[in-house]
């Protein structure tokens, strides 16, 4: 789904665009997302893992833009993604399709500037858009930044898998997972 470009303002004043992520976009997406598995140790993927081509990245940026319940959100400087959300189902199954799930990542140098808080503003707000129940996030147990930023959005720890990522280094990490009620009352 396509949605209206916003701008958007960090804590020390910069502005910048967030708008749907488009075809065009297929090489920046995936430098950003390059960059950002190897700057972040809280992301599954390391960068080798970033296999798509850019045609394969066009082709799953198609499926974001046609579907109802599903966006990919960018914010960008020049011709950089800078920061990404995107939101899609848990499963299509009956008994899972009122779930939602999200991704959030910010390039390093812009951590702590708000913008992660801005993508997670506009991730809920599409979620509950689209009619979803529940919107999740699966988060490192140690990643303590993230867990603040999710908490601070009402969203409240449902269980941890323990050991849930090995990292090169031959260290385990817990997963927890993170959701938040979307229910209009
Ligand atoms: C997690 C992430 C999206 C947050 O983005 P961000 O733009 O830095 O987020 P914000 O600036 O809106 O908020 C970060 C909050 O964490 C706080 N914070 C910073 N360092 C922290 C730390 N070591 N421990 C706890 N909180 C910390 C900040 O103070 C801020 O809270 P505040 O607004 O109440 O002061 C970003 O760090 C990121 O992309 N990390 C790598 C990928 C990742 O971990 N993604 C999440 C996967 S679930």
Request: no cysteine; charged share 30%; aromatic share 8%.
């Given at each position: 789904?396509r949605v209206?470009?916003?701008?958007i303002?960090?804590?020390?004043?910069?502005?910048?665009?967030?708008?749907?992520?488009?075809k065009?976009d297929?090489?920046a997406?995936?430098?950003?997302r390059?960059d950002?598995?190897?700057?972040?140790?809280?992301?599954?993927?390391y960068?080798y893992?970033?296999?798509?081509?850019?045609?394969?990245?066009?082709?799953?940026?198609?499926?974001y833009?046609r579907?109802?319940?599903?966006?990919?959100?960018?914010?960008?400087?020049?011709?950089?993604v800078?920061?990404l959300?995107?939101?899609?189902?848990?499963?299509l199954?009956?008994?899972t399709?009122?779930?939602?799930t999200a991704?959030?990542?910010?390039?390093?140098?812009?951590?702590?500037?708000?913008?992660?808080?801005?993508?997670?503003?506009?991730a809920?707000?599409?979620?509950?858009?689209?009619g979803?129940?529940?919107?999740?996030?699966n988060v490192?147990a140690?990643?303590?930044?993230?867990l603040?930023?999710?908490k601070?959005?009402?969203?409240?720890?449902c269980?941890?898998?323990?050991?849930?990522?090995?990292t090169m280094?031959?260290?385990?990490?817990?997963?927890?997972?993170?959701?938040?009620?979307?229910w209009?009352?």
């Open positions: 789904m209206i470009e916003q701008k303002s960090t804590k020390r004043g910069g502005e910048y665009i967030l708008r749907t992520i488009m065009e297929a090489e997406v995936l430098n950003f390059r950002v598995a190897g700057e972040s140790p809280f992301l599954i993927r960068p893992e970033i296999e798509n081509s850019i045609d394969k990245e066009k082709e799953v940026i198609g499926n833009l579907a109802e319940h599903l966006v990919m959100l960018g914010i960008i400087d020049g011709d950089r800078i920061g959300t995107s939101v899609s189902p848990v499963g199954a009956f008994k399709r009122h779930r939602a991704e959030l990542v910010v390039r390093k140098e812009f951590w702590n500037l708000g913008l992660g808080a801005h993508l997670l503003d506009i809920v707000k599409h979620a509950e858009d689209f979803y129940e529940r919107l999740e996030l490192f140690d990643n303590a930044r993230a603040r930023l999710y601070k959005k009402g969203f409240i720890e269980g941890q898998i323990p050991q849930a990522f090995k280094d031959g260290k385990y990490h817990d997963e927890v997972i993170m959701s938040k009620n979307l209009k009352h």
